[in-house]
């Protein structure tokens, strides 16, 4: 009897943000194919941006991605003022930038709790989203609400960043700091989590060019490309930080590129808080009339890599074509790299590491045998044995588990 | 190499099969391509410019089916549009997806969604709607009075 076996991951699994549907075909515990299937999410959103006016299309592409939601209008801004050749003010730059990287510090720190938990660490997971909390908090009290912002509109930005929001803002960054530093330090210095990350579900340099992956999926492999520095917009210009890059393109690597961006995402917005204090008050958007015929390609990085959109304006108030790309839309695709040749309990965490844009639905998925179609193992077993590895490791390094 | 390089190199050694170019800006540029030079022109701009393939995005208009290839120089903020008219009644092109798997999944996307043949793609299949969608009908055509 052959011991070749196939794990259905998906379509809803609590691994993935979205709805997807990857199989891994296993021999014994070692993945030797994945196959995927997507569009189980597909809501046609490129077509009914054809139907929308620009002011709409907002609104409508910042529900592509319930957590990355503000990367979305950031591109489209960013394009559709192409089309328009105009340069929004520096106060709605600096906002745009302050509202663009709370985002990408409260995905990281979600991304940290999710792999926390897929390794069997259950503390990191609370940890870490406790600490994201309060920047959800912050983007209430900005934005009136705690996703999906509505700060973005053609020209600038819809509401102001004053007075007590500021000093706020500056209250719960020094808190987000210290709860990295804390981070930060389980992380790196834990010989768990060395053992189950480092070497695991590696990309090589080749491999991110190959697959055009972008993003910390690229950064952690030694790709250093970041659009907010090559391509740069809003107030990325206007403030210093840098890119963060690592080497060795496993998992490790990938974690330790997000916890570190979160420093510099910080250091941005205190800057861009000092810059809206140094404006004092000042127009938050330029007044757009309409959208003259032609193209224009709007780049923004998100938490997960490079999001591009394409809009094509034949003069009217819509869009005669959109075309968005996702970033999880290339990232996903290295899955075929990265997973093969991995085991079992450690394809969960090179599933995760790229940071597949998740769906909040959770259902248990069941695996059968390929051919008796016996059920081997569910979701949920699946993370168990991986929690279980961790604990493995640690009885073996003679920790308390 | 730089922006101005790459396009300047793209400009003459395929000035043969180059329709149209226009800059629209420092770090946008348009150039039209014959669709029968669609390979090599990759080929230049991936393994020699080092250029990195960020999407494709087909539309339906009146003059056929246009694709724009969207290639990115990350080291001096390039977008590079490579443009390719394609006809109403056979819209077939060369797959890029043996060059590169950047493009594998967007191929099959437009061969779902518009109806463009990619010829010699690894695996057309559909990308989108596998088994949930009727054969030969695409949702992003339109109909042109």
């Known amino acids: ?401 | 190499m730089t922006a101005d390089s790459i396009i300047n190199g793209l400009l003459t050694r395929f000035n043969a099969d180059i329709t149209d170019s226009r800059k629209r800006n420092e770090k946008r540029h348009v150039v039209t391509i014959n669709p029968g030079a669609l390979p090599e022109v990759a080929e230049y701009l991936y393994r020699e410019a080092g250029c990195r393939f960020i999407i494709a995005s087909a539309l339906h208009t009146k003059k056929g089916f246009e694709i724009h290839y969207h290639f990115s120089k990350d080291e001096c903020g390039l977008v590079l549009n490579i443009h390719v008219v394609l006809s109403h009644d056979n819209p077939r092109i060369e797959s890029l997806s043996n060059m590169f798997n950047a493009s594998n999944w967007i191929e099959r996307e437009m061969h779902e969604l518009f109806g463009i043949d990619f010829i010699n793609h690894p695996n057309q299949e559909k990308l989108i709607s596998e088994g949930n969608w009727a054969e030969g009908v695409y949702p992003y055509r339109k109909e042109f009075k």
Not at chain 1, 8 to 24: A, M
Not at chain 1, 180 to 192: E, I, K, Q, R, S
């Open chain 1, 1 to 401: 009897m052959s011991n070749k076996f196939l794990i259905p991951i998906g379509p809803y699994h609590p691994l993935q943000e979205e709805p997807e549907l990857f199989k891994l075909y296993c021999e014994g515990e070692i993945v030797k194919d994945i196959k995927w299937e997507t569009g189980y999410n597909h809501r046609g959103i490129e077509k009914l941006a054809e139907s929308k006016t620009y002011d709409q299309v907002f609104f409508l592409v910042e529900r592509i991605c319930g957590i990355c939601s503000t990367s979305h209008p950031f591109a489209f801004a960013n394009a559709v003022e192409e089309i328009c050749n105009i340069e929004i003010t520096n106060r709605a730059k600096y906002i745009r930038s302050i509202i663009g990287e709370l985002e990408r510090i409260h995905s990281h720190l979600l991304w940290v709790g999710l792999a926390g938990h897929f390794l069997g660490y259950n503390t990191v997971f609370m940890w870490a989203w406790k600490y994201r909390e309060p920047v959800l908090d912050l983007f209430e009290m900005i934005t009136g609400n705690r996703n999906s912002y509505a700060m973005f509109k053609v020209g600038g930005v819809r509401r102001d960043i004053e007075g007590y929001k500021i000093r706020e803002i500056r209250k719960v960054l020094d808190e987000v700091k210290k709860k990295t530093d804390l981070l930060t330090g389980a992380v790196m210095d834990d010989p768990v989590i060395h053992a189950r990350t480092k070497g695991v579900g590696i990309l090589t340099k080749d491999d991110i060019i190959d697959y055009g992956a972008v993003g910390p999926t690229a950064r952690a492999s030694g790709v250093d490309i970041d659009v907010r520095k090559d391509d740069p917009y809003a107030a990325y210009p206007l403030v210093n930080w840098k890119v963060i890059t690592a080497t060795a393109g496993d998992v490790f690597a990938k974690a330790e590129v997000r916890l570190l961006e979160m420093y510099e995402s910080v250091s941005i917005i205190e800057q861009c808080l000092d810059g809206l204090e140094r404006e004092k008050e000042g127009e938050i958007n330029v007044r757009v009339k309409n959208i003259p015929e032609g193209m224009g390609t709007g780049r923004a990085e998100a938490p997960r890599g490079e999001v591009f959109h394409c809009v094509f304006s034949d003069g009217s108030n819509s869009p005669a074509r959109h075309k968005i790309r996702a970033p999880s839309y290339v990232n996903i695709a290295t899955f075929k790299k990265s997973c093969i040749g991995q085991s079992i309990s450690d394809a969960t965490i090179s599933l995760a590491a790229v940071d597949p844009c998740y769906c909040c639905t959770e259902r248990l998925a069941v695996a059968y045998d390929m051919h008796t179609g016996e059920k081997i193992m569910s979701g949920a077993e699946i993370i168990r044995s991986s929690a279980g590895k961790t604990r493995l490791i640690m009885k073996n390094l003679n920790m308390r588990v």
